[in-house]
């Protein structure tokens, strides 16, 4: 290295680390979206999704409630099937708004969801987690609480997320509550509470209004709750009744259709994405019904299957074509989008499989101009698994996508008109000014250690990726500090939790 | 598995196992290419790049012809160094071709340049070879015909590609003729030439003489030479005189600058991309002042550095930025697009990282519209290393690109109504008709062995991809058939190269 490199490399280093803790993430993207359907395939699309919704319809199991909503509000009710003329479901979800804050314990922690905008949590839901030294086990509320702790130490997620994995060691019955408060007092980032019913939904509602207070909650959304539709064209009371507590309360609703390719509806993308269209639409209709104006995001879950072993499969053409498509289908609807993508894979180790389905998807999820991305970090084997290893370097690519959403600029420093008049032909540019003045902040850097040369990389016993993230979440638990919370309302929130825990038996399943 | 689905499967496995040597890839794109960069950049970017070629110009070295071709042509040279009035390299450059055939041995084989054409090929120049057992290792002979062989043997490669790998048992001075015979004897493909010498150069161009015809090759382009400028700003002999020979015979010239942003040129996406139009244009030139209307290949290779550490970094977001943006400068200057991107990584070994930096860089590569991608498959190590299981890992995920690349229909029978109306809420589609239907030919299908679910994978010592290619991989080469040649065409390349291998003393260096 050239001496004033080196000399500046040291003054940038130590205010890099100097640094660390407040690097604030880019929520916003400039550069424009990948558009992959022309005018006539999303009209196509979308005039297919009607159809689905005239012909076929959607059943609400054991919810009279929606369907008397749904009756009133012009819909064909037959027993529990409800029908829409073309255009109705549409017209019915265009109360939502396109844009909207989430709002965070921390306010500089708060997102918007649509527009420009850019939202990424981890994974969502996973029964089993797994690191390189303890291996593959089922998750504890220790789990969990790790991974609150590593999402909220990170500048590359913006978001705490829901069922980060499944806390078995608890009661089913009351996870929600020790999740609810890990998000509440471990993080400062915006999160999701529980829908898995409407008790449950209630319970993360009230423990968030103990933090923010019930008037701002009112007028200001502090969480979203993620309904999925039981595809193909079924919402079951659990959801809707979840769904109509969160739009009650004025809080997001996330309604997301999970649709294998084969199974929960024909196997072309074509029709996956119509259908997700079709069975988002009526559920973002039911929310607006229930309070006009509350804010959604349209979501989406979708996976393709090897169809003649029958394993599902990710990162797959079929499926990054989908959730491309998916983005642009919610920019029209006029509502932000979850996309169906994320860092999602098949693999069981975080290994060259795994990284090849997560960056395939990441790009279709992101480029296509989603607003909020599920499934960011930690995802393996299918969502059964949050790999500790995969989520370091899952948020490492999101500082590579964040970072690439930024786009570059072309004025005349950045053309770097000076070095050439510096030097010229054959001439190395190490060493100019436009170097010296730009080399600490040029590049994206990685937190995980580099592997360097191959002979070094050798004696150190040929680390692969995913062994060099180890120290690296090893490190991010060892220094996490916890963001300061009002005793009173910590006093509040623990008190809630021991009374709702009291109040019931422990229950299994 | 639905039994009706199990007897359609059989069927669809019989004709699928009949029907492997002839699959044929894609060569064409059919979803429109992602434009990064506005009209106002796109222009400022060209401006950058004649201010560059007025203010500072580019050197030729030791090749008073091309200096002369230059003088005459209206461009001004000083000594060596050439500078050009804004506008006049873009206007030379107008003669050559936006599109062209590239023709194969085998006709079926032959692709096109330029267009709606996608044209993917393995890793270039790498020293070392390695595979799971045996280690990384200099290559040899036997490692360059193993990947001409493999790259035959599968449909996601559309071309041999060149110095696959370096034959370093072989004398320098006399590889070229090896790597040449094993490309038109072992291969049907199109292919490289050498270019490391103007004499290498010919001895490339005669041998194809054997194979195609002068006749032929006077009129068609049978092969391409890759000739990198020596950034920043400089062409010397050896590439220009290359260069020239390529030229004068009527075959394809890349032109590729290689630029390490911050090294040789500017550490911005902005100068690298303005410098490599530059430096791009002034060989594009020399080709068509040489002989108008030669094709050519817009190229380029670029690399970012930590610029703490100084190692090389590749998927970074500054260079799939930069990969973009050059796809489109290279549609707007009219010429096929060679993008600096392709499946790169410096990790040492396949394992994520090695498959997140491949997989980001290759979206970039494709989705913005590049024509043809070197390093497409194998490339390890910043590219010292060919690497048998990465290669066949990239080359299953060139399938999943070409596939994405060709979209999805949204028809009647895309959007599967009779499935639907077969079915209803709440039921499987797998047995539908539509299924049926489509299954065998729904979805993309990988060649590396599934994992199978945890319990399986970890009876069988929980392999990851790169363990998993291992077979796959031989396995190819044990099936590997070489393509019928004619005896006499035969017998004069094996004349030709031993002659011009017993008239010169080897050369080690």
């Known amino acids: 290295m050239q001496p004033e ?8 280093r130590a205010s890099r680390q100097a640094a660390v803790s407040t690097t604030v993430a880019p929520r916003t993207r400039k550069v424009r979206p990948y558009t992959l359907l022309d005018e006539a395939a999303l009209v196509a699309i979308e005039d ?35 029908t829409f003329e073309p255009g109705l479901a549409r017209k019915l979800c265009s109360t939502a708004p396109s844009e909207f804050k989430l709002h965070a314990r921390n306010p500089a922690n708060t997102v918007t969801l649509g527009g420009d905008n850019v939202v990424l949590m981890p994974g969502y839901g996973s029964p089993f987690v797994s690191d390189l030294e303890k291996g593959r086990r089922y998750a504890t509320l220790e789990d969990f609480q790790n991974f609150v702790k590593l999402t909220y130490s990170t500048p590359w997620l913006h978001h705490s997320g829901g069922t980060v994995c499944e806390p078995t060691d608890v009661p089913v019955n009351k996870r929600h509550l020790d999740m609810v ?39 200001n959304v502090v969480m979203q709750g993620n309904i999925n539709a039981n595809s193909p064209l079924i919402y079951d009371d659990t959801m809707s009744g979840s769904l109509r507590i969160y739009a009650a309360e004025n809080q997001c609703v996330c309604v997301s259709p999970a649709i294998f390719a084969g199974a929960m509806g024909p196997l072309s993308p074509a029709a996956v994405v119509a259908q997700t269209l079709a069975e988002a639409m009526v559920g973002i209709a039911l929310v607006q019904l229930v309070r006009t104006g509350c804010p959604v995001v349209f979501g989406s879950f979708h996976s393709t299957m090897n169809l003649k072993s029958g394993a599902l499969t990710f990162g ?67 969502g059964l698994v949050m790999s500790y290893e995969k989520f370091i370097m899952d948020v490492d690519h999101c500082g590579v996508m964040l970072t690439m959403l930024q786009g570059f ?39 995980i250690p580099e592997a360097g040369s191959f002979e070094t990389w050798s004696e150190n016993g040929s680390p692969t990726s995913d062994q060099r993230a180890t120290a690296r979440w090893k490190q991010m638990l060892t220094n996490y500090k916890a963001p300061p919370m009002d005793e009173n309302v910590l006093a509040a929130l623990n008190e809630f939790v021991a009374r709702r825990k009291a109040s019931m038996p422990d229950e299994w399943y």
């Open 316 to 382: 797959s053409p079929e499926a990054n074509l989908a959730s491309m498509a998916i983005s642009q289908l919610g920019h029209r609807l006029g509502v932000p989008v979850r996309s169906g993508g994320g860092q999602i894979s098949a693999s069981n180790a975080p290994d060259g499989q795994a990284m090849q389905d997560s960056t395939g998807a990441m790009w279709a999820t992101l480029l296509s101009g989603a607003h909020q991305v599920w499934h960011s970090a930690g995802w393996l084997e299918g």
């Open 181 to 219: 408060l890990a998000h509440l007092t471990l993080s400062a980032k915006p999160f999701m509470g529980s829908v898995t019913s409407p008790e449950r939904s209630q319970d993360s509602i009230d423990m968030a209004r103990l933090v923010f207070g019930a008037e701002f909650m009112e007028k």
């Open 409 to 447: 600029g072309v004025d005349e420093e950045a053309f770097g008109r000076d070095a050439y008049l510096e030097t010229g032909p054959g001439q190395n540019f190490l060493s100019t000014q436009h170097t010296l003045r730009h080399f600490i902040t040029a590049n994206f850097q990685s937190d």
């Open 48 to 82: 297919q999704a009607d159809w689905i919704l005239q012909n076929i319809g959607v059943e609400f199991r054991g919810d009279q409630v929606a369907l008397d909503l749904f009756a009133a509000a012009g819909a064909n009710v037959d027993g529990e099937r409800v």
């Open 5 to 12: 490199l080196r000399k500046a490399a040291r003054r940038g």
